[in-house]
C-alpha cells in the first residue's frame, strides 16, 4: 500500500509517492508529520480512506477555515475525533475564505493553517478546500461514516440528501469557542483588550 500526498513545492512526484506507504502508523502519531497527513489529491485521499476502511477504521470528515486557530478550533476537532477512528479535516482555501468572508481574509495564510491543524491532537490527515471546487468535492471522495458540521452549515434538505447519498450520518455540534476569529480580529482592529475573566 502507497500514499500520494504530493505537496506543492515539495518536490513529491507521482514517482516518488509510490515509495512511501498509503498507511503508516505516522497517520496515528501525536507528531505533525505534515508532509504525510496534508494530501492535496482527492483520488489518493479516496485510496487512503479505503485502505484504512478495509482495516475496519471509522472515518469521520470535518470542514472548516481554522483562521486564527483557537481553543474553539482545538475542542472542536477533538469532539470531531470521538465520532470515529480516523478524522480527515478539509481546510478552505485562501481564496474560498476570501469569497465567503471579504479582501482582508483570512488571517492567516492556508499553508499556516493546514499545518496548524494538523498539530491538533487526533487529526489524521488535511487537505484544501478551494472555490473551484464542485459542490461537496470532498465529502463525495471520502463518504464518511461521519460528517461533522456547525449548526449554520447545512439546512435539513442538505443533510437529508448528504445522509442518503454521500455519508453515513451527519452531526451537528454547537461552536465550542468563546469568541469567534471575526470578532476577535474587530477587538485587535479596535484596539479592544479582550476580557481575561471567564
Known amino acids: 500500500m502507497f500514499v500520494s500526498g504530493y505537496v506543492r513545492g515539495s518536490g513529491v512526484t507521482r514517482s516518488t509517492e509510490k515509495k512511501r506507504p498509503l498507511v503508516s502508523r505516522d497517520f496515528f502519531d501525536d507528531a505533525s508529520n505534515f508532509e504525510l497527513r496534508y494530501v492535496q489529491d482527492y483520488e489518493r485521499i479516496s ?5 484504512l476502511r478495509a482495516v475496519d477504521n471509522r472515518i469521520v ?15 472542536y ?3 470531531c475525533r470521538g465520532f470515529g477512528d480516523f478524522l480527515i479535516v478539509g481546510v478552505d482555501s485562501d481564496d474560498k475564505i476570501r469569497a465567503r468572508k471579504g ?3 483570512p488571517a492567516v495564510p492556508e499553508m499556516e493553517r493546514l499545518r496548524m491543524v494538523t ?18 468535492a470532498l465529502i463525495k ?17 442538505q443533510i437529508a440528501e448528504l445522509e442518503a447519498k454521500y ?4 452531526r451537528v455540534l454547537e461552536r465550542m469557542a468563546t469568541i469567534s476569529t471575526s470578532a476577535r480580529l474587530r477587538r485587535i482592529q479596535l484596539g479592544l483588550a479582550e476580557n481575561a475573566e471567564r
Open 103 to 105: 479582501p482582508h481574509r
Open 77 to 79: 476537532l477533538e469532539a
Open 47 to 51: 485510496e487512503i480512506v479505503d485502505a
Open 141 to 157: 471522495a471520502v463518504r464518511p461514516d461521519v460528517l461533522i458540521a456547525t449548526a449554520e452549515t447545512y439546512s435539513p434538505e
Open 167 to 170: 455519508c453515513g450520518e451527519v
Open 119 to 136: 498539530h491538533q491532537r487526533g487529526v489524521g490527515l488535511v487537505t484544501l478546500k478551494h472555490l473551484d471546487h464542485e459542490k461537496w
Open 61 to 75: 470528515l470535518t470542514n472548516g477555515s481554522f483562521d486564527i486557530l483557537h481553543e474553539g478550533h482545538s475542542m
